[in-house]
């Protein structure tokens, strides 16, 4: 009778699972240039058919069940051609869905939220709200011309390449019916990347996800629109076989949450990604780009680390910047290891940013030349003293770290910086009890909110938690819990975050789902409230959707190519700007380890490990030039799509960038190059190390480090039990936990913990 039940039940669930998919089946196309002229649609159980141009093909399918219960398949699709010949063709597989509503999300990693149906601005790089009239305080996210099912219309189509999306996967949640629908795809084929396309028709209530080979696109998405594909068809001859491999996921879902659980679970499965690989160590890192900075970063003249070699006449904004990109937050890894020189050189950074560029409402001027300062702004500083809430947002949370190492390293803190910093936090203070929120861009002079909505200020309610402790003070806890309680329900929950980035007005972005990440972890440590880990738990799978999950292959012709980069761990900017990039913008992915010390949710740590580990291979090095780099020098753009044009797949602007040079600092410093939970026998790499457990017991474990690099490594080596993980905060100053281990280049060494 048990078993009787248990298969009327798992037939219940099949049907409820197929339910929605009413219809999947071959498709050819045949274009003239990149427009379609015919198409041949092809009933799943056909194996043989001839086309309406007649040529004949022999389909071939392999079907595998990978996992029953949660409903995942695998398929192997080949089309192979019995005619002499078919020109400018591409096939495919259609998965179609009757019955469809525009309340379902819509997901492509890194590319599309929500379908991207959200409100649209029609401009050139960098989009901005200029004009005053436009601006509003309860402003919705709005995006530029990015793929998009429609929002107001009826009919809304999304064409990419695999290499659009951080990982190669199409996903749909449906909150009517309760299941989450989604297809992850290889790469590609001799053919080049696959399409991804995605078709709704709102007035046939239909919808249509398709995996074609190769792919033809009538138009690239762009850095603020849309230009003519580059895409070509396929010119076949007799035997040629176009194949086809994907993998779909069919599940109950009574959650978006469920469904992006699905995600991360799944994300990293199907693709290759290889991580022992070594370019080289993390001593060798700081050592090479601390180097960069204290020799072409340094202006004397005004006391300042600058974004760019002093004097090379660069625009302002390329000159300093309080946070986002900069001034701010590069000296804190010159605190936390830095020689004296570096040291002195921050104190006097942060002095000049105390003494010369707090407006008259308490908060900083953000851009200047360390002569001159203004509010924010691009190539030229805004007209209308408008500031960016999250640079502010920055500074607040990373001068209170900075502090904290000043007295580490038993350097006095000013009363007048504390003082300072006090003014600011009371701003954002302000601005919660007077509108609820913190806005995307405020009045420098004033305070008030210039732009609000977004999650620009995603970083604040860390900064105010730190504020709380730092000046004894309550009500900066009550409004960093209001905020971070408003991000979750109104953000989070819709899952996706906006508004980290400045100038892409306040399109989906990976930089403010990061920051409201640390801001979380900052929160839980502050109060100990678990609920802020729970918070942290659902937005995990949303940071983990920009987080390149495979190692995409680079034309041969490319830098990327050439440098042997592997994609993996690589972060995407945004659903605008469309290209991943080496680090987190400018986080190390510390609170990813002190979330995974909480809670031993292991998808956080390895998240970690990819970002972390994929940091050292783009830091150019005179054994190891990337491009045209100087040494330390770091590049921004890993290009997976060709978003920059075709010929820039695997390219990149080879000039040193400097959000990711302060990240890659961070990661270096911040981060341990090992973690171990001794009791579990768990090691954590993140550095260019291998390591071996060669013995070990209840008391003490025996490993072999392996230094296959050419540089000499000093390895920090993280040591705790899984109780200590639960009941301590991090910190790599605790020299109870921190190991350090010298091991040469090319040489191994072996260590009893």
């Known amino acids: 009778m048990l078993n009787k039940q248990k298969v009327l039940f798992l037939l219940a669930v099949f049907v409820c699972l197929h339910i929605y998919a009413q219809d999947k089946h071959f498709v050819i196309n045949y274009y003239s240039g990149n427009k379609v002229e015919a198409t041949q649609t092809i009933p799943w159980n056909c194996r043989g058919v001839t086309d309406s141009r007649s040529q004949k093909w022999q389909l071939e399918v392999d079907s595998i069940i990978v996992d029953k219960k949660q409903g995942i398949v695998d398929y192997k699709i080949r089309y192979i051609l019995l005619s002499q010949c078919a020109s400018q063709v591409s096939v495919g597989v259609n998965f179609c869905f009757d019955d469809w509503s525009a309340d379902n999300f819509v997901f492509v990693p890194s590319i599309v939220y929500a379908g991207n149906r959200f409100d649209k601005k029609v401009m050139s790089y960098p989009p901005y709200w200029y004009n005053r009239e436009e601006w509003r305080i309860d402003m919705p996210t709005t995006t530029t011309l990015v793929p998009s099912l429609e929002k107001y219309e009826n009919y809304g189509k999304i064409e990419l390449t695999t290499g659009n999306a951080a990982t190669p996967l199409m996903a749909f949640y449906s909150p009517v019916k309760s299941k989450s629908w989604m297809i992850q795809c290889k790469q590609g084929n001799q053919w080049g990347d696959f399409g991804l396309f995605i078709e709704e028709n709102k007035m046939e209530k239909q919808a249509r996800f398709a995996v074609m080979s190769p792919v033809v696109r009538e138009k690239r998405a762009t850095g603020a629109g849309f ?127 105390f ?51 000043l007295k580490d390293l038993h350097k006095e803190v000013p009363v007048a910086w504390y003082n300072s910093l006090k003014r600011q936090a009371d701003v954002f203070c302000n601005l919660w009890d007077k509108y609820g929120q913190v806005g995307q861009f405020v009045d420098v002079e004033t305070g008030d909110i210039c732009i609000g909505g977004s999650t620009a200020g995603a970083i604040v309610p860390a900064g105010l938690a730190l504020a709380s402790q730092t000046f004894g003070e309550s009500r900066y806890l009550y409004a960093a819990e209001g905020l971070a309680d408003k991000f979750y329900h109104e953000f989070v929950l819709k899952g996706y975050t906006t508004g980290g980035p400045a100038e892409i007005l306040s399109t989906p972005d990976s930089e403010s789902a990061f920051a409201l990440f640390e801001s979380y972890v900052t929160l839980y440590e502050v109060t100990g409230n678990r609920k802020w880990l729970v918070c942290a738990k659902d937005l995990l799978p949303v940071c983990a959707s920009w987080v390149v999950s495979y190692d995409f292959q680079f034309p041969e012709h490319s830098i990327m190519h050439q440098i042997n980069a592997h994609s993996t761990g690589s972060v995407w900017a945004s659903a605008a700007n469309k290209h991943s990039a080496p680090a987190i913008c400018t986080w190390s992915g510390e609170s990813l380890l002190k979330y995974y010390r909480a809670t031993g949710d292991k998808y956080a740590i390895e998240l970690l490990k990819d970002i972390s580990h994929g940091v050292p291979q783009y830091i150019s090095h005179k054994d190891r030039m990337v491009g045209n780099l100087e040494p330390g020098g770091v590049c921004e753009r890993v290009n997976l799509s060709d978003w920059e044009g075709k010929r820039n797949v695997g390219g990149n602007l080879f000039a040193s960038c400097a959000w990711v040079e302060v990240a890659a600092m961070l990661t270096v410093t911040q981060l341990p190059s090992i973690y171990v939970q001794k009791d579990k026998g768990f090691i954590e790499v993140f550095d260019h190390l291998n390591v071996k457990i060669l013995d070990q017991d209840d008391e003490k474990m025996e490993l072999q480090l392996f230094n296959s690099t050419r540089y000499d490594a000093e390895v920090k080596i993280y040591v705790e039990t899984s109780e200590e993980a639960c009941r301590s905060l991090y910190s790599l100053k605790d020299s109870s936990k921190v190991k350090v281990v010298h091991v040469k280049g090319n040489s191994s060494v072996i260590i009893k913990l």
Not at 306 to 318: H, I, M, R, V
Not at 333 to 351: C, F, M, S, V, Y
Not at 379 to 399: H, I, P, W
């Open 227 to 353: 230009d003519i594909s580059e895409d070509q068809a396929a010119n076949l001859h007799k035997g040629d076989v176009v194949e086809l491999v994907f993998r779909v996921y069919e599940q109950p879902a009574s959650s978006l949450q469920d469904m992006y659980a699905c995600f991360l679970r799944n994300r990293k499965g199907f693709n290759p990604s290889v991580s022992d690989y070594s370019v080289m160590p993390f001593s060798e890192v700081w050592r090479v780009m601390n180097q960069l900075f204290q020799q072409d970063r340094w202006d004397e003249t005004v006391g300042m680390y600058c974004l760019t070699k002093p004097g090379s006449n660069a625009g302002w904004n390329q000159i300093w910047q309080l946070g986002w990109v900069g001034g701010g937050q590069a000296t804190l890894p010159i605190l936390l290891q830095g020689d004296e020189t570096g040291i002195n050189r921050a104190l006097k950074n942060l002095n000049m940013i």
């Open 355 to 405: 003494e010369k560029t707090q407006a008259p409402s308490g908060l900083y001027y953000a851009y200047g030349n360390g002569k001159e300062f203004k509010s924010f702004g691009f190539a030229e500083a805004f007209k209308n003293d408008e500031t960016f809430v999250r640079s502010q947002g920055d500074f607040l949370y990373m001068a209170q770290k900075q502090f904290s190492q």
